[in-house]
């Protein structure tokens, strides 16, 4: 009974099942019932659950062929002991109890210990691997290198140092509150990494704070974090009555303020989410006011203009709040003021104005007014239904009919400048013959040396779109042109295999006639 006393008592300062404590007591006594008895002998230990009572037995397996004499038997000898023995089957033979020696004693303590060790490890992991994404609190055990041990009562953490605010320091014995982000189970034991940093910790906080976050009224949708200095929040409400900003910031900044002391002074903006991808940039740019935005939903990328006066506003202290409300809305956001986009605008309309000019033969009167109605290429003009010219203020029928003949006519031209060009850089036919690509690309593919159909397989997409250009293909049309120039590398594996099953078919049609 005092056995079984001690073992309750080891479970529960480890926080761990008694009866994983007796189990290592029995692996402890085995160990040393086979030092005793001989390490090739098979001595099992148990202890009675009830009475705590010790019984070691030496275990002999009934075996066809006998390899270790000390804990085998042969069916004969076995068929003399106990007829009704079979292969498989055990004799058990009891034997004394050990009296521990100093050495025996020091090893069973060290078997113990090392498998109540492990046991505490399995319980502390299989505990924390359920609570990642959880704000814990814990004390600080020890700071080495500016990396912080926490103890959270029943198990250890790592608070690494850029996991931590700047500035911020903590000493042996002061109360932190991070954000688990990782458990990971390692030879060592379990390894729990916590944040202060993590964006998620921000959240967490703010559920914590906010009862309808909780309650799942309103919903944070994205973080952006600098930490220690600044942080953007997305929040958007499920009911129409509750103001989601106003919620978070509580009365009279209440809510709000419990959060940033926690983050050492992090100012936090609070932006209303929407799923409109311009909207919700214009909102995560404030406090600067946005007088247009362009997107590009192919490379999500978005073009903010703002006023002269607030550009330094928008893009923050060296480049903050831009970054903030790129990490917030996932968009990459360019800045410019509204003349520097009215100059862009002017170039470019000017560089298209000289291209109608020149590639039509007109005056720059007709290329203005092509350029003001929204044509940017001739292929547009080219190939456009003839009621988009004709719906041109001053335009009729004729001169519709006559821009689109002098724009196909360039283009042939050009197509064909541009196909004798590749041939002269020594362009292969089957690189020519790839739909996609035009005799210009071809010119691109040429001068960078892309010459053969194993060149072009060869490429990435996106070193294809870099020689191209992105206006030219996207990354989809860049794949299927890469794929269609690897096709001969899978007909070419084809054919050996090919070959081989017809000389097999044509040796299994001799066969017979050679038999005969």
């Not at 978005?302 to 506003?313: R, T």
């Not at 004729?398 to 360039?410: C, M, N, T, W």
Request: charged content about 30%; glycine content about 6%.
């Amino acid at each position: 009974m005092e056995l079984l006393q001690v073992a309750e008592a080891v479970a529960r300062e480890k926080s761990i099942e008694s009866d994983e404590v007796l189990a290592a007591m029995e692996q402890a006594i085995q160990k040393a019932g086979r030092s005793k008895y001989g390490l090739e002998h098979d001595i099992r230990a148990h202890i009675d659950r009830q009475t705590g009572e010790i019984e070691l037995k030496r275990f002999i397996e009934v075996a066809e062929l006998v390899e270790n004499e000390s804990a085998q038997i042969s069916l004969e000898e076995a068929k003399a002991r106990d007829p009704g023995l079979s292969l498989g089957d055990f004799i058990v033979e009891p034997l004394p109890p050990i009296d521990f020696g100093r050495i025996n004693a020091q090893t069973a303590k060290q078997v113990i210990v090392q498998k109540v060790r492990e046991a505490e490890r399995r319980r502390q992991y299989e505990e924390y691997k359920d609570r990642v994404s959880e704000v814990v609190n814990g004390l600080v055990k020890r700071v080495e290198y500016g990396n912080v041990t926490v103890d959270l009562g029943r198990a250890e953490a790592v608070l690494r140092r850029d996991e931590l605010l700047p500035r911020e320091h903590f000493k042996v014995g002061d109360r932190v509150r991070a954000y688990i982000y990782d458990v990971r189970e390692e030879p060592r034991g379990p390894q729990i990494f916590m944040s202060r940093s993590h964006p998620q910790f921000m959240a967490k906080l703010f559920a914590m704070e906010v009862p309808e976050i909780y309650d799942g009224i309103i919903d944070i949708k994205a973080v952006a974090r600098d930490p220690g200095s600044r942080a953007k929040i997305g929040v958007i409400s499920h009911a129409s009555s509750i103001d989601p900003v106003g919620a978070c910031v509580g009365m009279r900044g209440s809510r709000v303020q419990a959060v940033v002391g926690e983050l050492q002074g992090e100012k936090i903006d609070i932006i209303p989410w929407s799923p409109d991808p311009a909207t919700f940039v214009v909102n995560a740019l404030a406090p600067a006011e946005v007088t247009k935005v362009v997107l590009d939903d192919e490379q999500s990328r978005i073009e903010v203009v703002v006023p002269d006066e607030q550009l330094s506003l928008a893009i923050g202290r060296r480049g903050q709040n831009v970054r903030l409300a790129s990490m917030l809305t996932g968009w990459e956001i360019d800045i410019l003021t509204e003349a520097e986009e009215s100059e862009r605008r002017s170039e470019e309309v000017r560089q298209r104005t000289e291209l109608f000019m020149e590639a039509l033969d007109v005056d720059d009167v007709i290329a203005h007014l092509l350029v003001a109605e929204g044509f940017t290429r001739l292929e547009e003009i080219a190939y456009v239904v003839p009621e988009e010219l004709t719906s041109i203020e001053g335009f009729d029928e004729d001169i519709a009919h006559e821009l689109q003949q002098r724009a196909i006519g360039y283009l042939d031209e050009q197509s064909r400048v541009n196909a004798e060009r590749a041939k002269e850089l020594g362009v292969s036919d089957e690189l020519t013959a790839i739909e996609r690509l035009t005799p210009a690309m071809l010119v691109k593919l040429g001068e960078k040396d892309v010459k053969t159909l194993d060149d072009l397989g060869d490429l990435a997409s996106d070193e294809l779109i870099e020689i191209v250009g992105a206006d030219a293909l996207d990354e989809a049309a860049a794949n299927e042109v890469i794929m269609a120039a690897r096709a001969h590398w899978f007909d070419d594996e084809e054919q050996p295999a090919a070959a081989e099953s017809e000389a097999a078919e044509s040796e299994a049609d001799e066969q017979p006639a050679t038999g005969a």
